[in-house]
């Protein structure tokens, strides 16, 4: 589903707090990334494609629902871009508008298994659901 | 010595007894954790977007009540730790959160900037307690047992706040496990994912992390390995059939050593 609204660079890098321009292209953010194999887009994707501004097209992409939040990324980087930043404000570019959650609470009883911890699902809530 | 605690949701539900070994424990070590009358879910992830606000309020609620009883606030679930201790430092440090936080809680009458020190159950049994205090009290140690520490990323992530070990070659798990008299097993998958809350939606994500984390462990000789988060318990148990590690709380290992595990 295409965006509804544009989300410019300029909010993406204020909600984040992010400056892409610190970033020197080492890699390492992709490198150490446990999510890597499921991205479409991968960690230092994201921090290139932000810096020129093809937001939407990161915001189409199921990667935005991939990131684990384990901040290795954010932990690894030389230069402290903090990758995983931009992840979520991506994500939250698209949450954040009318009728764009990932997840509905509807969605959830077909998804529980007995011994499945509510921190998984108040977790999964708090990412993909404003 | 008296701290206030944190239980958390799940705690109360799926891991009871991650909190009930733990409550014990300490009961045997003679701390006395005093559960906070009132606390709220610590929404389980901390937002990494500056602007999220609303979210952090019931973490600045427990640490406003643990100040106001005059105790540092003791946390076990990786999560809660993880989420209530970077409020803290974003109430100590950062004036956009703590403006705004401020501006919420004034109805309820709470002002707060940061002033109670934020424990996690390894660092009160390492920094209150002592590792050397806890071997004179173990009644049952763990003898030949080779027990493989799995910190998963809450507890260590980012480190400048946490600040509870090395971020990649941290010790405090191994010197308890040490403490208790078993073998600790150094792996180097001990401080990477498990996949995390995304099993709520596709579990093979999850069944890849485990199997990484859990053929790495037995591969350096881990019979056990010991976690302190419910979610990195579900997402490594439920793949564990077959690969010869088993998965427990820590709580579980120090009961048991300390001679007060149920039915001991």
């Known amino acids: 589903m295409a965006s509804t609204y544009t989300v410019t660079k300029e909010q993406i890098l204020s909600i984040s707090g992010v400056d892409p321009l610190k970033c020197m292209r080492c890699g390492k953010c992709s490198a150490t990334c446990p999510s890597y194999d499921e991205m479409e887009y991968h960690p230092h994707q994201f921090v290139a494609m932000v810096e020129k501004g093809e937001i939407e097209k990161l915001m189409d992409s199921p990667s935005i629902y991939k990131c684990m939040s384990c901040m290795a990324c954010i932990q690894r980087c030389p230069r402290q871009v903090e990758p995983a930043k931009l992840v979520e404000a991506i994500r939250l570019g698209v949450t954040r508008q009318q009728e764009r959650n990932h997840l509905k609470p509807d969605d959830i009883p077909a998804l529980l298994d007995p011994e499945l911890p509510q921190q998984a699902i108040v977790s999964a809530m708090r990412k993909y659901t404003k | ?264």
Not at chain 2, 54 to 75: C, H, P, Q
């Open chain 2, 1 to 264: 010595m008296k701290y206030s605690y944190f239980p958390g949701c799940t705690l109360k539900n799926k891991a009871q007894e991650l909190d009930r070994y733990g409550r014990d424990a300490a009961a045997a070590l003679g701390i006395e954790l005093e559960e906070l009358p009132q606390w709220q879910c610590c929404g389980g992830v901390y937002p990494l977007s500056h602007d999220e606000i609303a979210i952090k309020l019931s973490s600045v609620r427990a640490l406003a009540a643990a100040r106001d009883d005059g105790a540092a606030l003791v946390t076990l679930c990786s999560a809660c730790h993880n989420v209530i201790k970077q409020v803290n430092h974003d109430m100590q440090t950062d004036d956009y959160v703590i403006t705004r936080v401020n501006n919420y809680l004034a109805e309820d009458g709470i002002a707060y900037n940061g002033e109670t020190k934020v424990l996690h159950y390894l660092e009160l049994l390492r920094d209150e307690i002592g590792f050397d205090e806890i071997k004179q009290k173990v009644a049952a140690p763990l003898k030949g047992q080779k027990i493989g520490a799995y910190y998963g990323c809450l507890l260590l992530r980012p480190s400048g706040v946490m600040a509870m070990d090395d971020p990649e070659h941290p010790m405090i798990m191994e010197d308890l496990i040490a403490a208790l008299g078993a073998q600790p097993v150094v792996y180097a998958q001990r401080n990477e994912c498990c996949g995390g809350y995304l099993t709520l939606e596709d579990k093979s994500i999850p069944e890849k992390r485990a199997a990484a984390i859990l053929e790495n462990a037995r591969a350096q000789g881990a019979e056990t390995i010991i976690t302190a988060c419910p979610l990195c318990y579900y997402n490594l148990k439920k793949h564990a059939a077959g690969t010869g590690v088993e998965v427990k709380y820590f709580t579980e290992l120090l009961a048991q050593a300390l001679g007060v595990k149920e039915g001991e």
